[in-house]
Protein backbone atom coordinates (compact mmCIF):
# COMPACT_ATOMS: atom_id res chain seq x y z
CA UNK A 1 0.00 0.00 0.00
CA UNK A 2 1.80 2.77 -1.46
CA UNK A 3 -0.69 5.63 -0.33
CA UNK A 4 0.18 8.88 -2.61
CA UNK A 5 2.81 8.87 -5.27
CA UNK A 6 4.03 11.42 -7.15
CA UNK A 7 6.17 11.99 -10.55
CA UNK A 8 8.62 13.11 -11.48
CA UNK A 9 10.09 14.32 -7.31
CA UNK A 10 11.60 17.66 -8.79
CA UNK A 11 11.68 18.98 -12.56
CA UNK A 12 13.43 21.97 -14.33
CA UNK A 13 11.66 24.18 -16.96
CA UNK A 14 12.21 26.72 -18.85
CA UNK A 15 9.72 29.84 -19.50
CA UNK A 16 7.18 28.53 -21.64
CA UNK A 17 7.53 25.08 -21.68
CA UNK A 18 5.53 22.42 -20.77
CA UNK A 19 4.45 19.97 -18.40
CA UNK A 20 2.63 17.18 -16.40
CA UNK A 21 2.71 16.98 -13.05
CA UNK A 22 1.36 12.80 -12.25
CA UNK A 23 -0.27 11.37 -8.70
CA UNK A 24 -1.93 8.28 -7.80
CA UNK A 25 -3.57 6.37 -4.56
CA UNK A 26 -4.03 2.85 -3.97
CA UNK A 27 -6.65 3.74 -0.91
CA UNK A 28 -9.87 3.61 -3.35
CA UNK A 29 -10.40 7.55 -2.51
CA UNK A 30 -13.14 9.32 -4.20
CA UNK A 31 -11.66 12.68 -3.70
CA UNK A 32 -8.31 14.31 -4.92
CA UNK A 33 -6.50 17.51 -4.73
CA UNK A 34 -3.77 19.46 -5.71
CA UNK A 35 -1.98 21.80 -3.27
CA UNK A 36 1.10 24.15 -4.14
CA UNK A 37 2.97 25.06 -0.98
CA UNK A 38 5.16 28.45 -1.02
CA UNK A 39 7.26 29.86 1.46
CA UNK A 40 5.33 32.52 3.80
CA UNK A 41 1.74 31.28 2.22
CA UNK A 42 1.35 27.97 3.54
CA UNK A 43 -0.64 25.12 1.35
CA UNK A 44 -3.34 26.27 -1.15
CA UNK A 45 -5.27 24.52 -3.50
CA UNK A 46 -5.10 24.92 -7.28
CA UNK A 47 -7.73 22.15 -8.31
CA UNK A 48 -9.72 19.27 -6.67
CA UNK A 49 -11.84 16.41 -8.23
CA UNK A 50 -14.41 15.13 -5.87
CA UNK A 51 -15.02 12.12 -7.48
CA UNK A 52 -13.71 10.38 -10.56
CA UNK A 53 -15.31 12.64 -13.98
CA UNK A 54 -15.48 15.77 -12.08
CA UNK A 55 -12.86 18.48 -11.49
CA UNK A 56 -13.49 22.26 -9.74
CA UNK A 57 -10.79 24.80 -9.32
CA UNK A 58 -9.36 25.80 -6.62
CA UNK A 59 -8.15 28.98 -4.73
CA UNK A 60 -5.58 29.35 -7.50
CA UNK A 61 -5.96 27.43 -10.81
CA UNK A 62 -4.49 30.27 -13.37
CA UNK A 63 -1.89 28.75 -15.55
CA UNK A 64 -3.35 24.85 -14.61
CA UNK A 65 -4.97 22.09 -16.43
CA UNK A 66 -6.04 19.21 -14.69
CA UNK A 67 -7.28 15.43 -15.73
CA UNK A 68 -9.18 12.77 -13.50
CA UNK A 69 -7.96 10.11 -15.82
CA UNK A 70 -9.89 7.29 -13.79
CA UNK A 71 -10.31 6.71 -9.62
CA UNK A 72 -6.68 6.19 -9.32
CA UNK A 73 -4.89 8.95 -10.94
CA UNK A 74 -5.75 12.56 -11.03
CA UNK A 75 -2.93 15.23 -13.17
CA UNK A 76 -1.70 17.96 -13.24
CA UNK A 77 -0.16 20.43 -16.08
CA UNK A 78 1.06 23.53 -17.10
CA UNK A 79 0.42 24.25 -20.30
CA UNK A 80 3.07 27.00 -20.64
CA UNK A 81 5.09 27.78 -17.31
CA UNK A 82 6.14 30.65 -15.99
CA UNK A 83 8.48 31.25 -12.50
CA UNK A 84 5.71 32.34 -11.02
CA UNK A 85 4.66 28.76 -11.12
CA UNK A 86 8.00 27.59 -9.11
CA UNK A 87 6.70 25.68 -6.29
CA UNK A 88 6.65 22.82 -4.34
CA UNK A 89 3.28 21.00 -6.01
CA UNK A 90 1.49 18.33 -3.56
CA UNK A 91 -1.20 16.00 -4.42
CA UNK A 92 -3.80 14.82 -1.73
CA UNK A 93 -7.02 12.29 -1.52
CA UNK A 94 -9.51 12.02 0.82
CA UNK A 95 -12.28 9.52 1.62
CA UNK A 96 -15.38 11.03 3.56
CA UNK A 97 -15.13 10.89 6.86
CA UNK A 98 -11.42 10.94 7.04
CA UNK A 99 -9.01 13.28 6.30
CA UNK A 100 -6.76 14.26 3.72
CA UNK A 101 -3.69 12.01 2.87
CA UNK A 102 -0.81 13.49 0.96
CA UNK A 103 1.60 12.45 -1.59
CA UNK A 104 5.28 13.26 -1.27
CA UNK A 105 5.26 16.23 -3.50
CA UNK A 106 7.17 17.78 -6.90
CA UNK A 107 9.75 20.61 -6.64
CA UNK A 108 9.23 22.54 -9.69
CA UNK A 109 11.72 25.37 -11.05
CA UNK A 110 10.96 27.14 -13.85
CA UNK A 111 13.71 29.61 -15.26
CA UNK B 1 -7.71 38.65 8.41
CA UNK B 2 -6.62 35.62 7.03
CA UNK B 3 -8.85 32.53 7.43
CA UNK B 4 -5.89 30.38 9.63
CA UNK B 5 -3.41 32.55 11.78
CA UNK B 6 -0.48 30.37 12.92
CA UNK B 7 2.73 31.90 14.19
CA UNK B 8 5.74 30.74 12.07
CA UNK B 9 8.27 30.21 14.88
CA UNK B 10 11.08 29.53 14.53
CA UNK B 11 10.67 27.56 17.51
CA UNK B 12 13.31 26.36 19.64
CA UNK B 13 13.19 24.28 22.62
CA UNK B 14 15.45 21.43 24.81
CA UNK B 15 14.91 17.67 24.55
CA UNK B 16 12.57 16.71 26.92
CA UNK B 17 10.35 20.45 26.95
CA UNK B 18 7.00 20.43 26.57
CA UNK B 19 5.71 22.48 23.52
CA UNK B 20 2.72 24.48 22.66
CA UNK B 21 1.83 25.28 19.02
CA UNK B 22 -1.58 27.31 18.56
CA UNK B 23 -3.51 28.54 15.99
CA UNK B 24 -6.68 30.48 15.51
CA UNK B 25 -9.21 31.23 13.38
CA UNK B 26 -12.00 33.72 12.12
CA UNK B 27 -14.22 31.44 10.29
CA UNK B 28 -16.91 30.15 12.92
CA UNK B 29 -18.52 27.40 10.06
CA UNK B 30 -14.92 25.37 10.83
CA UNK B 31 -16.10 22.06 12.38
CA UNK B 32 -12.77 19.48 11.56
CA UNK B 33 -9.61 20.31 13.00
CA UNK B 34 -6.25 18.66 11.57
CA UNK B 35 -2.15 18.92 12.63
CA UNK B 36 -0.04 17.48 10.38
CA UNK B 37 3.74 17.22 10.76
CA UNK B 38 6.38 18.33 7.73
CA UNK B 39 9.17 16.83 7.70
CA UNK B 40 11.93 18.87 5.35
CA UNK B 41 11.47 17.92 1.52
CA UNK B 42 8.98 15.59 2.72
CA UNK B 43 5.08 16.06 2.15
CA UNK B 44 2.34 16.74 5.38
CA UNK B 45 1.96 13.76 7.15
CA UNK B 46 -1.72 13.77 9.48
CA UNK B 47 -0.72 13.76 13.19
CA UNK B 48 -3.85 14.83 14.67
CA UNK B 49 -7.74 15.08 13.25
CA UNK B 50 -10.05 15.99 16.21
CA UNK B 51 -14.05 17.13 15.49
CA UNK B 52 -15.32 18.18 18.83
CA UNK B 53 -14.25 20.99 21.17
CA UNK B 54 -12.15 19.72 24.36
CA UNK B 55 -8.91 17.01 24.11
CA UNK B 56 -7.74 14.31 22.34
CA UNK B 57 -4.57 12.60 23.50
CA UNK B 58 -1.98 10.27 21.11
CA UNK B 59 1.13 8.98 23.14
CA UNK B 60 3.05 12.37 23.29
CA UNK B 61 0.70 14.44 21.87
CA UNK B 62 -2.70 16.13 23.00
CA UNK B 63 -4.78 18.20 20.15
CA UNK B 64 -6.95 20.90 22.05
CA UNK B 65 -10.27 22.35 20.38
CA UNK B 66 -11.85 25.56 21.88
CA UNK B 67 -15.20 26.38 19.31
CA UNK B 68 -15.86 29.09 21.63
CA UNK B 69 -12.48 31.10 21.25
CA UNK B 70 -11.78 29.91 17.62
CA UNK B 71 -8.25 28.50 19.18
CA UNK B 72 -6.69 25.38 18.60
CA UNK B 73 -3.73 23.95 20.27
CA UNK B 74 -1.20 20.67 19.64
CA UNK B 75 0.98 20.17 22.95
CA UNK B 76 4.12 17.73 22.63
CA UNK B 77 5.21 16.04 25.96
CA UNK B 78 8.92 15.04 26.20
CA UNK B 79 10.30 16.43 23.07
CA UNK B 80 12.73 14.66 20.79
CA UNK B 81 15.01 15.44 18.48
CA UNK B 82 13.09 13.67 16.18
CA UNK B 83 9.91 16.02 16.56
CA UNK B 84 12.15 18.92 14.90
CA UNK B 85 9.56 19.32 11.75
CA UNK B 86 6.74 21.67 10.46
CA UNK B 87 3.91 21.79 12.13
CA UNK B 88 0.74 22.73 9.91
CA UNK B 89 -2.64 23.21 11.29
CA UNK B 90 -5.70 22.62 9.06
CA UNK B 91 -9.67 23.10 9.20
CA UNK B 92 -12.52 22.49 7.40
CA UNK B 93 -16.43 23.33 7.27
CA UNK B 94 -17.72 19.67 5.91
CA UNK B 95 -15.98 16.24 5.97
CA UNK B 96 -17.40 15.77 1.87
CA UNK B 97 -15.92 15.34 -1.13
CA UNK B 98 -14.59 18.54 -2.60
CA UNK B 99 -14.35 20.12 0.76
CA UNK B 100 -10.81 22.48 0.70
CA UNK B 101 -8.43 21.96 3.88
CA UNK B 102 -7.62 25.47 4.94
CA UNK B 103 -3.86 25.58 6.26
CA UNK B 104 -1.88 27.98 8.39
CA UNK B 105 1.43 28.62 7.32
CA UNK B 106 3.40 26.09 9.81
CA UNK B 107 5.50 26.75 12.98
CA UNK B 108 8.92 25.63 12.16
CA UNK B 109 9.97 23.43 15.36
CA UNK B 110 13.64 22.49 16.25
CA UNK B 111 14.33 20.31 19.44
CA UNK B 112 18.19 20.01 20.53
CA UNK B 113 19.91 17.29 22.28
Known amino acids: NAGVTQTPKFQVLKTGQSMTLQCAQD?????MYWYRQDPGMGLRLIYYSASEGTTDKGEVPNGYNVSRLNKREFSLRLESAAPSQTSVYFC??????????FGPGTRLLVL | QKEVEQDPGPLSVPEGAIVSLNCTYS??????FMWYRQYSRKGPELLMY????GNKEDGRFTAQVDKSSKYISLFIRDSQPSDSATYLCAMTSANQAGTALIFGKGTTLSVSS
Open chain 2, 50 to 53: TYSS
Open chain 2, 27 to 32: NSAFQY
Open chain 1, 92 to 101: ASHRRGETQY
Open chain 1, 27 to 31: MNHNS
